[in-house]
């Protein structure tokens, strides 16, 4: 292959996109990476005025799922997803894709993707990913939901129960868990996986926040695209919401 590969990195969580640069730096000769986006609407400008040879996108971003960004482009990259999927749903994007990447990506894992890639950009057909991404989102099912999470306490790890957590925060590579009785506890999942995992009981609010709807005592207007959400802990703790979770948020408490 005599010209690099340009790539472009989707992927709303920045520790998660700043760990796949870091990956794709042992493949200088392979793979330039040219741009990032942390939304769907961002990407697809991004995407169609760059045009890149190969996505590395997320299934879930904040304002839509990955298979809506394919939809709306003016051409067809390759791409290799990165997601937190079950093993059904990786055997489906692997008919569709170059290949998948499950989170938190390995070394080897990526070799075997960029391999991949150079074999399909050596000639070989290039899948058809929107064509099917319909009927693919009903094959898709998600990890079951969990009812504990495992969290680090001083030296040791313990069990909470989700119902007493108040919300979830991101803060730089760390994803703190705030519970219902004050305590400020770390786990090692980011944002992104947890919003894969946990129940309806539970909304991505905005980039850094998941919160407990069950929590959730007062809804007040911020602007005119965000809300400030107040939480019935001790110190009715204030979350305001983002700018791009605001339909979602609308939606979710009817406001």
């Given at each position: 292959?005599?010209?690099?590969?340009?790539?472009?990195?989707?992927?709303?969580?920045?520790?998660?996109?700043?760990?796949?640069?870091?990956?794709?730096?042992?493949?200088?000769?392979?793979?330039?990476?040219?741009?990032?986006?942390?939304n769907?609407?961002?990407?697809?400008?991004?995407?169609?005025?760059?045009?890149?040879?190969?996505?590395?996108?997320?299934?879930?971003?904040?304002?839509?799922?990955?298979?809506?960004?394919?939809?709306?482009?003016?051409?067809?990259?390759?791409?290799?997803?990165?997601?937190?999927?079950?093993?059904?749903?990786?055997?489906?994007?692997?008919?569709?894709?170059?290949?998948?990447?499950?989170?938190?990506?390995?070394?080897?894992?990526?070799?075997?993707?960029?391999?991949?890639?150079?074999?399909?950009?050596?000639?070989?057909?290039?899948?058809?990913?929107?064509?099917?991404?319909?009927?693919?989102?009903?094959?898709?099912?998600?990890?079951?939901?969990?009812?504990?999470?495992?969290v680090?306490k001083?030296?040791?790890?313990?069990?909470?129960?989700?119902?007493?957590?108040?919300?979830?925060?991101?803060?730089?590579?760390?994803?703190?868990?705030?519970?219902?009785?004050?305590?400020?506890?770390?786990c090692?999942?980011?944002?992104?996986?947890?919003?894969?995992?946990?129940?309806?009981?539970?909304?991505?609010?905005?980039?850094?926040?998941?919160?407990?709807?069950?929590?959730?005592?007062?809804?007040?207007?911020?602007?005119?695209?965000?809300?400030?959400?107040?939480?019935?802990?001790?110190?009715?703790?204030?979350?305001?919401?983002?700018?791009?979770?605001?339909?979602?948020?609308?939606?979710a408490?009817?406001?």
């Amino acid at each position: 292959m005599d010209k690099l590969l340009k790539a472009v990195i989707i992927d709303d969580e920045p520790p998660a996109r700043r760990m796949l640069k870091e990956l794709l730096a042992a493949h200088p000769t392979i793979i330039q990476i040219t741009g990032e986006a942390s939304n769907g609407h961002e990407a697809i400008s991004i995407i169609n005025t760059q045009r890149p040879d190969v996505l590395f996108l997320d299934i879930q971003l904040p304002d839509m799922l990955g298979f809506d960004i394919l939809s709306q482009l003016n051409y067809q990259p390759f791409v290799i997803f990165t997601t937190a999927y079950d093993e059904y749903a990786v055997k489906a994007f692997e008919t569709l894709s170059v290949d998948y990447l499950l989170k938190p990506i390995k070394d080897s894992r990526l070799q075997q993707a960029v391999n991949k890639l150079q074999q399909f950009t050596g000639g070989k057909s290039t899948p058809s990913v929107w064509s099917e991404f319909e009927d693919l989102l009903e094959k898709v099912k998600p990890r079951t939901e969990i009812k504990t999470l495992s969290v680090k306490k001083g030296n040791k790890f313990t069990l909470v129960q989700l119902a007493d957590v108040l919300y979830f925060e991101a803060y730089d590579k760390y994803t703190f868990v705030h519970m219902q009785n004050g305590e400020k506890l770390f786990c090692d999942h980011m944002l992104a996986i947890l919003s894969e995992r946990l129940s309806a009981d539970f909304i991505r609010v905005q980039k850094s926040y998941i919160v407990n709807k069950q929590k959730i005592v007062e809804i007040h207007k911020y602007s005119n695209n965000r809300f400030t959400l107040v939480l019935n802990n001790r110190d009715f703790t204030r979350i305001v919401t983002g700018p791009s979770y605001h339909e979602l948020v609308r939606e979710a408490f009817g406001v």
